[in-house]
């Protein structure tokens, strides 16, 4: 069974920063070489696709709420990826979920079979 294991939420004034790890086990070993990728959600709002990554390093980021102040990485002999989050604003302020794809490429269709419990993020104004 694929673990996903996120880590470095908290709370962070706005304009500042965090970073987001995520760490995979369990599962077979092309489980790792999957697309990963960061969702985040607001209750009561529906989620919301924050970046992915491929095992080559290829990433694609969400809407224009994130782009040019969140950036994906992942270090591959780790088997962990990064959501680097700079310029926070309030509205970020969400729980962050780690997702893993079944196969190599980023799913068009924004499935993502494995989920991680989650970790929250606050940003106060």
């Known amino acids: 069974q694929v673990q996903l294991v996120e880590s470095g939420g908290g709370l962070v004034q706005a304009g500042g920063s965090l970073i987001l790890s995520c760490a995979a086990s369990?599962?077979?070993?092309?489980?790792?070489?999957?697309?990963m990728g960061w969702f985040r959600q607001v209750p009561g709002k529906e989620r919301e696709f924050v970046a992915a990554?491929?095992?080559?390093?290829?990433?694609?980021n969400g809407g224009d709420s994130v782009k040019g102040r969140f950036t994906i990485s992942r270090d591959n002999p780790k088997n962990t990826i990064y959501l680097h989050m700079n310029s926070l604003k309030p509205e970020d302020t969400a729980v962050y979920y780690c997702?893993?794809?079944?196969?190599?490429?980023?799913?068009?269709?924004?499935?993502?079979?494995?989920w991680g419990q989650g970790t929250q993020v606050t940003v106060s104004s």
């Open positions: 997702v893993a794809a079944v196969g190599a490429s980023i799913p068009l269709s924004g499935n993502y079979p494995y």
């Open positions: 990554v491929t095992y080559s390093g290829f990433t694609t």
């Open positions: 369990g599962g077979t070993f092309s489980v790792y070489t999957n697309a």
